[in-house]
C-alpha cells in the first residue's frame, strides 16, 4: 500500500471566466470542483495508474466534508483526521479569451495541538501496512515547520519509505530527518542548498550537496526532466533524464505527476532507472490535460520510449 500526506487539503474551484475584470462582475461559463492538496492529486494519479493508495491528512468542516465525498466518489481510499476549523477553497479563474490565470488560495484552517496528536496516531496505524509514504506540500498553521521531519522519524521507524515534495522551512527541516527521497523542482532545490545554478553541471552537482543535507536520494525536477542521485545496488548514482519538452495545456501539477509516476514504479519495483524514465513520462503526459491530477496511463506509455537516461559517470579526480 502507499499512503500520501495531505496537512492542507482543499477544494480547488476552476472557473472559466471569459473577459475578466478587475472591479466588474462576471458569470461563469464553466465550473468545476475537485478535492485538491499536493498530495490528494498524488493520490489521484496514482490510482489512476492502478496502483494501491490511502490519502491521510487534514479535513475541516462542510468543506472538509466534501474533499471526504469528493475522493470516495472517486473510489480512492482514505482515512483524513477531521479538524474543528473549514478546509480551504482555493479559486483559480481562467479567462479563455486571454489564457490567462489569476488564482486566490484561502489561507486555510489552523490545526491545533490535539488534531496534530491524534494526525500522528493516524499515520501510525495506517503505515503499518504501508511501504511507502509520499509527504507533499505545504503545511497549516499551527503546525511546527519540523512536523515532516517528526513524521519522517516516525515513519522510518515503521520500515516505510519515505517521499517528501515541499518547500521553505519544511522541507529544509524535512531533508535533515533523513527522508528517503526528496524531489524539489529547480528554485525549491537552489533554496535549499542556498545557492543558483547556472548550468547542467552546478545541478548535477547540487545533487551531492543535498544528500549532504540529509537525503539518501535527490531528485531535481526540470522543465524537461530531471537529474537524479540514487542509490543502485545500494551506490549513490547520478543520472540526467530528459525528453523533448511538448506545448503545455497546463504545466501547473507536472511535478505531481513526476513524483506520482516515480512512486508508482518504486512500488512496483522497477530498477532506479525505469522509475526515473516512468517519472518523467508521467510528467510530460499531465502537461497535455486541463486539471491537476489527471493522467491517461495509455499516454504515458507510449512516451516511455521518448524517454532518454544517461548515467552520468562521476568526473576523474585529478591526481
Ligand atoms: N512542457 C513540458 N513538456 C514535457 N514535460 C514537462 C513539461 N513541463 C513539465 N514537464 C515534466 O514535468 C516534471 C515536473 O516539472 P516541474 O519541475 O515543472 O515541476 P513543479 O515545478 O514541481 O510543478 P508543480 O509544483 O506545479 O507540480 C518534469 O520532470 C518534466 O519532465
Ligand atoms: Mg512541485
Redesign the pocket.
Known sequence: MILTVTLNAAIDKSLSVPSFRLGRRHRTVEQRSTAGG?GV?VARLLASLGQPVIATGFVGGATGTRIVEQLTAESILNGFVHIAEESRTNISVLDPTTGEQTEINERGPEVNEAEVELFIEKLAYLASGAAICVLAGSLPRGVDPSFYATLIAELKRLNVVTIV?SEGEAMKLAVRAEPTVI??????AEELVGHEFNDREEQVGALAELRGLGSKEAI???????VASVLVDGKATEHR????????VA?????????AGYVAARYGGSSPEECLRY?????????QRLG?GLIDPKGVDELLSEVEVERIEAPARAL
Open positions: 499536493k492529486n515534495d524531489s524539489p523542482n529547480m528554485a525549491e531535481i525536477t526540470l522543465p524537461d526532466g530531471c533524464v530528459w525528453i523533448e519538452p511538448r506545448e503545455a504545466s501547473v501539477g507536472a511535478g505531481d505527476a513526476f513524483l517519472a518523467v513520462a508521467c510528467g510530460a503526459e499531465s502537461t491537476a
